[in-house]
Each structure stands twice: as structure tokens, then as C-alpha cells.
């Protein structure tokens, strides 16, 4: 019989991110093949070819096949007779999802198969107001297993049929870690991030202007006194980069993956909402928030942390980043106790590498390997972990 295999499907250019610690953990915790399974859309999208090249890397580093899919029949034809787990970075009927939801929906049986919440504000998970004008309130999954952030009762964009698939693991990212010999570009000052491709951007309004306005504004001020500041594109909209947008001669460029991003070396950091501000929250470093000055823009899954509009506003952060960071932090950390986020990366390790191993070895030795239960509520696991829990603590039936 052939070994198990665990297939990791890459769509978006930022599933590279997402799937890159759980492809080391599968590589390094089972017996298994791994497959990484890449959609032709990933390679379009892939301009510059460095997310071709981080995969290309990371299939030597865990000795992993890679295959590149056009159709669903090509996703058979690599899992036909084969058994073990599927899992995608990003997956839901949307149409920007659509090559994993079709994957998702031809894999075999023999097949546990798995999505996850790749972003602190995702379609499907918890949405933003922007979200739902741009895809509506209904999004589903082709996957057996849905993997978020934070409890049930906080991802408020999960529908009601998709909650019995859901099982806490809290984010991947948190156990990134930089490779050895990876070489960024100087750290200089703190760290802007735009996401200006974002449908936040347009679904409600053209917010992309004013926080370009405000950032040059504010590279000009740190000019007037020698100092300087750190733009980072996002890695999938690549927006100042594809638009070719002239940056002040004060602005350094990084581009790299966020794995190999030390973002504790920087002195702040501000992006409009976006995962990345979380990122910077788990870094430990004060973050704000970018929103418009009229207010139009949702932030609401953001409420706790700094909030900034105007230039007078991004100056004051900066100020109190350095006189007074540490009210800066307890405010983030109060943000993240509220959000309910597990955050713990020894904590997230253990709940994937339970359900790895659940798909892999079958419910009862995955629950068995990973300990104690307590890590969702019984009612809303999915089938076969409900099953792992009642195999290893020897009772008949999950609690109330």
C-alpha cells in the first residue's frame, strides 16, 4: 500500500505564507509524501517569479513532489488511489477560489480535507463590512475541516453549515520563523504596510489616494528631520510595485517574504487593517491602524487598537511609540485577549499537528498523539475529531 500523503493546494501568491510552517511540521512529524499541488493561476499571478522560487526552495528543503494543475481531472489524476489530507491555504466558492474549491470537490474519499483562515479579517471566517458588500454573507466551504483563529461565537461571518466543520487552531503565522542567512534590506525607523489592492480600498470608496497623500506627507516630515521609514507591498496586491508608484527618496523597500521579515526590529509599525497588523501586534512592537478621516472605511474588528487619519495623527503614534511605548503594547495586548485569538505558537503546534496526524494515521492515534481536548468546543468539531476525542479519554460521548 502506497504511504499516506499530505497535499498542500497553493492558489494565492500569500498561501506561501500560510501553508509554509505546516508544510515543515508535516515534513518533519510524519511519515508520509508531500505534495505541494500548484494551480496555473498561482504562476500568472506570480509576476516576478519569487513565489516560484520560495516553493521551488521549500519542495528541496522537506523533499516534497511538486505538481501544477489546470483542471480538476489534473488534481485526480495526482490523488487518485491515493489516501492522507488535502489542505489549501485558501478555499470557499467564491470565485477567486475557485481552482481549490474545485480541487476540494474531486479529491477521494480517502481524503480529510482541509481549509484554513488565512487572514484575522477572511471571507467565510470574519468578515469586514467592505467583504460583504463585495461578496455577500453566504460564503461556504468544499472542505471537511475548517481551520480558524478564535472560538465559534467570534467568527461572525461563519454560517450556520459550515460551523460543525470548525476547529480552532489559531493562525499558522505564528510559527514562522526567519531562515538563517536570509538577508533583509537595512531596518530603517518603523514599517508602513500597504494593501492598497485590497477590495477595502474600493468596495465603499477610493481610499488608495488619501493614504498615499498622507504616507508621502509623512515621509516628508521624517525627511525634514534625517530620518527614514520602511514601506512593505503586500505580498499578493504588490500594489506600488505593479503601478510603478515613485516613492520618497527616504522609503525603503521591503519586499521580502514575511517569514524572513523580523518585524521586532522596527521601532513601529502602521498599515490600514490587515492581517499584517496583527503580524506587528504578535511582534511586539506599537502598531496603528490607518482608516479615512471621514470614517466611511470598517474597522470595526479593529476597535482597541491605536487609530490614526490625519498626518498630525501618524506624527503623534510616532511620538508615543518612543516616549511611551509601553501603553502602546498593554493596549495591544488587551486588543488580542479580546479577540480571543490563540496566539500561543507551542499551543497552535499542537492543535495542527493533532489534526495532521488525525488525517494521516486516522482520528484515534492523532488524538491520542495530541493530548488533552480542550481545544474547541465538542459540539462544533468536526465528525472525525469528535471521534479522536472520544478514543482518547476513553469516555462514550463528547460533553455538553
Known amino acids: 500500500m502506497m504511504r499516506p500523503a499530505i497535499v498542500f493546494l497553493f492558489n494565492l501568491l500569500q498561501d506561501v505564507n500560510i501553508l509554509r510552517p505546516l508544510v515543515f511540521l508535516a515534513a518533519r512529524d510524519c511519515d508520509a509524501d508531500i505534495v505541494l499541488l500548484v494551480s496555473h493561476t498561482f504562476t500568472s499571478r506570480d509576476r516576478t517569479a519569487l513565489w516560484q522560487r520560495e516553493l521551488a526552495r521549500l519542495a528541496v528543503d522537506v523533499d516534497a513532489a511538486t505538481h501544477v494543475f489546470e483542471t480538476s481531472l489534473d488534481v485526480y489524476a495526482v490523488l487518485e488511489g491515493r489516501r492522507g ?9 467564491l470565485f477567486g477560489h475557485h481552482e481549490t474549491h474545485s480541487a476540494m470537490q474531486v479529491a477521494p474519499s480517502g481524503f480529510l480535507k482541509v481549509t484554513l483562515q488565512h487572514g484575522y479579517e477572511c471571507v467565510g471566517f470574519l468578515q469586514n463590512q467592505e467583504h460583504v458588500l463585495s461578496h455577500g454573507r453566504t ?10 483563529w478564535s472560538a465559534p461565537h467570534r467568527l461572525t461571518a461563519l454560517v450556520a453549515s459550515q460551523r460543525p466543520k470548525l476547529y480552532v487552531t489559531g493562525p499558522t503565522a505564528v510559527l514562522n520563523r526567519p531562515r538563517p542567512g536570509a538577508v533583509p534590506p537595512p531596518v530603517v525607523g518603523g514599517i508602513v504596510c500597504e494593501n492598497l489592492h485590497s477590495v477595502r480600498f474600493r468596495a465603499a470608496g477610493a481610499f488608495g489616494p488619501p493614504f498615499m497623500d498622507t504616507f508621502n506627507a509623512f515621509c516628508a516630515t521624517l525627511a525634514s528631520a534625517g530620518q527614514g521609514v520602511t514601506l512593505r507591498p503586500h505580498p499578493g496586491g504588490q500594489y506600488v510595485i505593479k503601478n510603478k508608484i515613485a516613492l520618497p527618496p527616504n522609503v525603503t523597500l521591503n519586499n521580502l517574504p514575511i517569514y524572513d521579515v523580523d518585524l521586532r526590529a522596527y521601532a513601529y509599525g502602521i498599515s490600514a487593517p490587515s492581517t499584517v497588523v496583527l503580524d ?11 482608516r479615512d478621516e471621514a470614517g466611511v472605511m470598517d474597522t470595526t474588528n479593529y476597535e482597541g487598537l491605536t487609530p490614526i487619519s490625519r498626518l498630525a495623527d501618524w506624527l503623534a503614534f510616532v511620538r508615543d511609540a518612543v516616549i511611551r511605548p509601553d501603553a502602546l503594547l498593554e493596549r495591544q495586548r488587551a486588543f488580542v485577549a479580546s479577540c480571543g485569538i490563540v496566539a500561543d505558537p507551542a499551543e497552535v503546534h499542537r492543535r495542527f499537528a493533532r489534526l495532521i496526524a488525525c488525517g494521516v494515521d486516522g482520528p484515534s492515534v492523532g488524538a491520542v498523539r495530541a493530548g488533552p481536548r480542550d481545544d474547541a468546543p465538542a459540539s462544533f468539531r468536526p465528525p472525525s475529531l469528535q471521534a479522536a476525542a472520544r478514543d482518547a479519554d476513553g469516555r462514550g460521548a463528547p460533553p455538553p
Open 85 to 93: 489530507l488535502l489542505l489549501a491555504g485558501s478555499e470557499s466558492d
Open 139 to 148: 460564503v461556504t466551504f468544499a472542505a471537511d475541516v475548517i481551520c480558524g
Open 280 to 290: 506587528m501586534v504578535f511582534a511586539g512592537i506599537p502598531t496603528a491602524v490607518w
